[in-house]
């Protein structure tokens, strides 16, 4: 009988097959790619759909070649940070800010490695200790495009190793879960660890020089996150990642079997608050310690004060996986509340360009389509009463910004937000006339803002960091 590509059921195949432990080279490629190994289990009832990345502009190319060429010369830090080019504006000081780290840097003897996000990085940042990390991004890229073309020697050994070790392991996988994904894997996990095996070297260059107490990741499971990670343990130098969001207990990057031991994950996982301490299961080796978030902390006063609530108006959330049928249910209560209620859709970046085809619908004066970032999604909490969604980090902002909530019972939210429907009482609905009822009954759900986020998390990552250091 074919299992369901649930979390419990991937987890039991990695536990039977020791999947965790095989190793290509010295290289964990299971562990490096279980993420996207998961997601092709899963992608035919997932119903997910993505934006494509745009190809390369001279201009941007030049710039990351400008980059790329910049010398490393950060020396003796206490502490590295390593994250990607996700930056907001700040509209008080115009500068692009990395919300996670750029306050924090600034307290220590420290450099953020950057790493480009859509061709790019965002100018300017206000920042005199960020490095990007263009080099590896090209080295990465251009290794793997000319394996494939001249079919290299490196490519062909790493496909065999691959496919001796784990034919097997996706046999099991066929005939456990049903799709056929050795020829795919093979391919995607050989490019997978020619991107390793690169960064890594270049990685171990940099804490040549840098020399760090510390290594801080935003996302552990990005390439040169990994690398850091595997290095720290070799170098004796602490790595911890600090979460760029809330967890979710389907996510697969959060959800590994407690006896597991992998040289690429973090010391220690850094979290927003003790809501997470039953969602989040990484190795038991890997301590949760709950710090909060500064910048949710900083600008929830600001804008609390520069945007008053009104009791009228309702947010909706999208989301890439469910965006389809939020948008249908948001569209309908416009249609049938909206001269009385202040309707606001928030997209989901990635939607900006393709939501007037895809959802026609949403093209209603009763409904503000938020499809820019003019705006942080914080303003549309501070004013709003109710905040709609499905499996979205945005519901934990909401709710710390106060807002009453409902859940929309589509794709994997019962599931994913068992914590909110089992033990706040927010309730989940199917169709917008539950959500009508509720909105006239005064019955979404009520739950606590202030325990959403650790207090005080400037002060809690702080100790943490010294406490590392010494």
């Given at each position: 009988?074919?299992k369901?590509?649930?979390?419990?059921?991937?987890?039991s195949?990695?536990?039977?097959?020791?999947c965790n432990?095989?190793?290509?080279?010295g290289i964990?490629?299971?562990?490096?790619?279980?993420?996207?190994?998961h997601?092709?289990?899963?992608?035919?009832?997932?119903?997910?759909?993505?934006?494509?990345?745009?190809?390369?502009?001279?201009?941007?190319?030049?710039?990351m070649?400008?980059?790329?060429?910049?010398?490393?010369?950060?020396?003796?830090?206490?502490?590295?940070?390593?994250?990607?080019?996700?930056?907001?504006?700040?509209?008080e000081?115009?500068?692009f800010?990395?919300?996670?780290?750029d306050?924090?840097?600034k307290?220590?003897?420290?450099?953020?490695?950057?790493?480009?996000?859509?061709?790019?990085?965002?100018e300017p940042?206000?920042?005199?200790?960020v490095?990007?990390t263009?080099?590896?991004?090209?080295?990465?890229?251009?290794?793997?495009?000319?394996?494939?073309?001249f079919?290299?020697?490196?490519?062909?050994?790493y496909?065999?190793?691959?496919?001796?070790?784990?034919?097997?392991?996706?046999?099991?996988?066929?005939?456990?879960?049903?799709?056929?994904?050795?020829d795919?894997?093979?391919?995607?996990?050989?490019?997978?660890?020619y991107?390793?095996?690169?960064?890594?070297?270049?990685?171990?260059?940099?804490?040549d020089?840098?020399?760090p107490k510390?290594i801080?990741?935003?996302c552990?499971?990005?390439m040169?996150?990994?690398?850091m990670?595997?290095?720290?343990k070799?170098?004796?130098?602490?790595?911890?990642?600090?979460?760029?969001?809330?967890?979710?207990p389907?996510?697969?990057?959060?959800?590994?079997?407690?006896?597991e031991?992998?040289?690429?994950?973090?010391?220690?996982?850094?979290?927003?608050?003790?809501?997470?301490?039953?969602?989040v299961?990484?190795?038991?080796?890997?301590?949760?310690?709950?710090?909060?978030?500064?910048?949710?902390?900083r600008?929830r006063?600001?804008?609390?004060?520069?945007?008053?609530?009104?009791?009228?108006?309702?947010?909706?959330?999208?989301t890439?996986?469910?965006?389809?049928?939020?948008?249908?249910i948001?569209?309908e209560?416009?249609?049938?509340?909206g001269?009385?209620?202040?309707?606001?859709?928030?997209?989901?970046?990635?939607?900006?360009?393709?939501?007037?085809?895809?959802?026609?619908?949403l093209?209603?004066?009763?409904?503000?389509?938020?499809?820019?970032?003019?705006n942080?999604?914080?303003?549309y909490?501070a004013e709003?009463?109710?905040?709609v969604?499905?499996?979205?980090?945005?519901?934990?902002?909401?709710?710390?910004?106060?807002?009453?909530?409902?859940?929309?019972n589509?794709?994997?939210?019962?599931i994913?937000?068992?914590?909110?429907?089992?033990?706040k009482n927010?309730?989940?609905v199917?169709n917008?006339?539950?959500?009508?009822?509720?909105?006239?009954?005064?019955?979404a759900?009520?739950?606590?803002?202030?325990?959403?986020?650790e207090?005080n998390?400037?002060?809690?990552?702080?100790?943490?960091?010294?406490?590392?250091?010494?």
């Amino acid at each position: 009988m074919i299992k369901e590509s649930t979390i419990e059921n991937f987890l039991s195949f990695e536990r039977e097959h020791a999947c965790n432990s095989i190793e290509v080279e010295g290289i964990p490629i299971w562990s490096l790619y279980r993420y996207e190994i998961h997601n092709a289990i899963k992608r035919d009832t997932v119903g997910r759909v993505d934006g494509q990345q745009t190809a390369f502009q001279k201009k941007e190319l030049f710039t990351m070649l400008k980059n790329a060429c910049r010398p490393f010369t950060y020396k003796n830090v206490d502490v590295l940070f390593v994250c990607d080019g996700a930056r907001n504006k700040n509209i008080e000081t115009g500068y692009f800010e990395n919300i996670y780290f750029d306050e924090l840097a600034k307290k220590y003897n420290s450099v953020i490695l950057e790493h480009p996000v859509n061709h790019g990085h965002k100018e300017p940042n206000g920042m005199d200790n960020v490095f990007y990390t263009d080099r590896v991004a090209f080295k990465t890229n251009v290794a793997v495009k000319l394996s494939k073309k001249f079919n290299t020697a490196r490519r062909h050994r790493y496909e065999a190793e691959i496919r001796e070790k784990f034919t097997d392991i996706f046999a099991a996988i066929k005939n456990e879960f049903g799709p056929d994904l050795l020829d795919e894997m093979v391919e995607a996990m050989t490019d997978r660890m020619y991107y390793f095996a690169i960064t890594k070297d270049y990685c171990a260059k940099i804490l040549d020089k840098a020399q760090p107490k510390l290594i801080m990741e935003l996302c552990y499971y990005s390439m040169e996150s990994f690398a850091m990670s595997a290095l720290g343990k070799e170098r004796g130098i602490p790595t911890a990642e600090y979460a760029h969001g809330f967890a979710f207990p389907t996510h697969t990057p959060m959800q590994f079997n407690p006896e597991e031991r992998i040289s690429v994950l973090p010391d220690y996982e850094l979290i927003y608050s003790h809501s997470q301490d039953n969602i989040v299961h990484l190795p038991d080796n890997i301590p949760l310690v709950t710090v909060g978030f500064p910048f949710f902390e900083r600008e929830r006063e600001k804008y609390k004060a520069k945007y008053p609530r009104d009791e009228k108006t309702i947010c909706f959330i999208s989301t890439l996986a469910e965006g389809e049928q939020i948008s249908k249910i948001a569209s309908e209560l416009a249609d049938r509340i909206g001269d009385e209620y202040h309707i606001i859709y928030k997209l989901h970046p990635h939607e900006f360009s393709y939501y007037k085809e895809r959802f026609p619908w949403l093209v209603n004066d009763k409904l503000e389509v938020i499809d820019n970032t003019d705006n942080h999604i914080f303003k549309y909490l501070a004013e709003s009463k109710l905040c709609v969604g499905t499996r979205t980090a945005s519901i934990w902002e909401a709710i710390g910004f106060g807002c009453e909530t409902v859940l929309l019972n589509f794709g994997d939210t019962a599931i994913n937000m068992r914590y909110f429907i089992e033990e706040k009482n927010v309730p989940l609905v199917d169709n917008v006339d539950e959500l009508i009822s509720l909105i006239k009954k005064d019955g979404a759900g009520k739950v606590e803002p202030d325990g959403m986020f650790e207090p005080n998390a400037m002060t809690n990552i702080c100790k943490f960091i010294d406490e590392v250091i010494g």
